[in-house]
C-alpha cells in the first residue's frame, strides 16, 4: 500500500470520532448526511439527523410526504435549497429507480442537488467507489501539502489528481473520511498542528514552515445591508402568513408579508406598499413590535414587524397554496425562517399584544 495512504489510515483508525453516519451501509442515510454536513457544523447537524430518521426512515418516506413536511423537519438548518432538491431528489429514485439510489456517477450526479462533493462521497462510502472528495476541510489541507499558490477555488484539478493517485482503492470511502477528519481535527483553519499529522512528510507547507500560510485567502466583499419591513396582519384572531417562491432565497418557507425598504423611503410607507404589492390587502401599521437583526452567508438585514389593521377585504387571499390565516398555535405547522422566529420570540414576550 502506497505510504501516504497506509499512514492516513492508520492515524485514521486511531482518531477517527464516532458519528451516527460513521460505518453506515445504508446509501440513503450517507445521502442525507452528506447533505446535511454541506456548509454546516457536525454537532449542529447531528440531531437533525436523528429527528430526521425517525420521521424519513428510507427514499420512499421522503418521496411521498410533501414539500412542506419535509422543510418543517429541516427548519433551523438553514441553505433550504437543499432540502429542497432532496427531497425532488429521493421523487426520481422512486419513480425512475424504484426506489434503489443509483450507483453509477452519471445517473447519481443528475439527480438535483448532487454536485461532484456529494456523488464522490455517497459512491465511495455506500459503493467503493474510488472517487475522492473535496471539500472545505480537503481543500485546507491539500492547499498545505501542495502550498497551492493560488486561492482554492471549488475544484482544484491539482488537489484531485493528487487525491486519485493516493486514493486507497480497497477502502475509498475510508480514506475520503480520513481527509476529511484529518482537516477537522489537525490541519484546522487557525491552527495546523503538524506533530500530530500522519502525513507531514508529504507537506510542501509544512517543509516550509509556514503550513498556516495555506489556503491563500481572496478579500472578501463586506456583506451588503438590507433594512426589512415585515406586517402581522390580523383578521379575527387569525394573522397572514405566505410562502415564498421556490426559486427564492428560502424557498418554500413561510414568512409575514412585507419586504425590502427603498432608498429614502420610510419603515411604515414601505411596509404598507410592500403588503399591497404582494397580497392586494391596504393597511395601516399600528404598533410597531420591534426590530432584529439577523445574518445571512452574503448580506446581513434589520427586520422591522408591525402590527397591522386590514382596511379591506380580498378572497384571494385567504386560505390557499401560497397564504394562509394562520393563529400562534398553528406556528409550528409551517417552516419559517430563522428571523421570523426571532419576531415570534418578541410577540411571545409581548403575548401577541396588538
Given at each position: ?229 415585515a406586517g402581522v396582519i390580523w383578521n379575527e384572531g387569525r394573522f397572514l402568513i405566505q410562502k415564498r417562491p421556490e426559486n427564492a432565497l428560502l424557498g418554500g418557507l413561510w414568512e409575514f408579508p412585507g419586504g425590502k425598504v427603498q432608498n429614502g423611503e420610510n419603515l411604515e410607507s414601505a411596509l404598507i406598499r410592500e403588503i399591497r404589492e404582494e397580497t392586494g390587502i391596504s393597511v395601516i401599521p399600528s ?68
Amino acid at each position: 500500500m502506497e505510504y501516504f495512504a497506509k499512514d492516513l489510515l492508520s492515524w485514521y483508525g486511531r482518531h477517527k470520532r464516532s458519528l451516527p453516519w460513521r460505518g453506515e451501509s445504508d446509501p440513503y442515510k450517507i445521502w442525507l448526511a452528506e447533505v446535511m454536513l454541506q456548509q454546516t457544523q457536525v454537532n449542529t447537524v447531528i440531531p437533525y439527523y436523528h429527528r430526521w430518521l425517525k420521521k424519513f426512515p428510507n427514499v420512499n418516506s421522503v418521496a411521498k410526504d410533501t414539500q412542506d413536511a419535509v422543510l418543517k423537519m429541516w427548519e433551523g438548518l438553514g441553505y433550504y435549497s437543499r432540502c429542497r432538491n432532496f427531497h425532488k431528489a429521493c421523487q426520481i429514485v422512486l419513480n425512475k429507480f424504484g426506489g434503489e439510489i443509483p450507483s453509477t456517477w452519471e445517473e447519481f450526479r443528475n439527480l438535483p442537488g448532487v454536485g461532484d462533493y456529494t456523488a464522490s462521497a455517497v459512491l465511495s462510502f455506500a459503493f467503493k467507489q474510488p472517487y475522492p472528495v473535496l471539500d472545505g476541510n480537503v481543500n485546507r489541507v491539500m492547499a498545505r501539502i501542495l502550498a497551492y499558490p493560488k486561492p482554492v477555488a471549488k475544484v482544484q484539478k491539482e488537489f484531485l489528481a493528487f487525491l486519485s493517485d493516493k486514493i486507497d482503492h480497497q477502502r475509498p470511502g475510508e480514506f475520503n473520511q480520513a481527509m476529511m477528519e484529518l482537516g477537522s481535527l489537525v490541519c484546522r483553519k487557525n491552527q495546523a498542528r503538524c506533530l500530530e499529522c500522519p502525513v507531514s512528510e508529504f507537506c510542501k507547507g509544512y517543509t516550509k514552515g509556514e503550513p498556516e500560510r495555506y489556503p491563500i485567502q481572496e478579500r472578501k466583499k463586506p456583506r451588503p445591508h438590507q433594512t426589512i419591513v415585515a406586517g402581522v396582519i390580523w383578521n379575527e384572531g387569525r394573522f397572514l402568513i405566505q410562502k415564498r417562491p421556490e426559486n427564492a432565497l428560502l424557498g418554500g418557507l413561510w414568512e409575514f408579508p412585507g419586504g425590502k425598504v427603498q432608498n429614502g423611503e420610510n419603515l411604515e410607507s414601505a411596509l404598507i406598499r410592500e403588503i399591497r404589492e404582494e397580497t392586494g390587502i391596504s393597511v395601516i401599521p399600528s404598533t410597531k413590535i420591534g426590530e432584529i437583526n439577523h445574518a445571512y452567508t452574503h448580506f446581513t438585514i434589520t427586520l422591522h414587524g408591525y402590527h397591522c389593521t386590514m382596511l379591506n377585504e380580498q378572497k384571494s387571499v385567504y386560505n390557499g397554496t401560497h397564504r394562509k390565516w394562520i393563529t400562534r398555535e398553528e406556528i409550528r405547522d409551517y417552516a419559517f425562517p430563522k428571523a421570523n422566529h426571532k419576531l415570534f420570540e418578541k410577540l411571545d414576550s409581548e403575548n401577541w399584544q396588538h
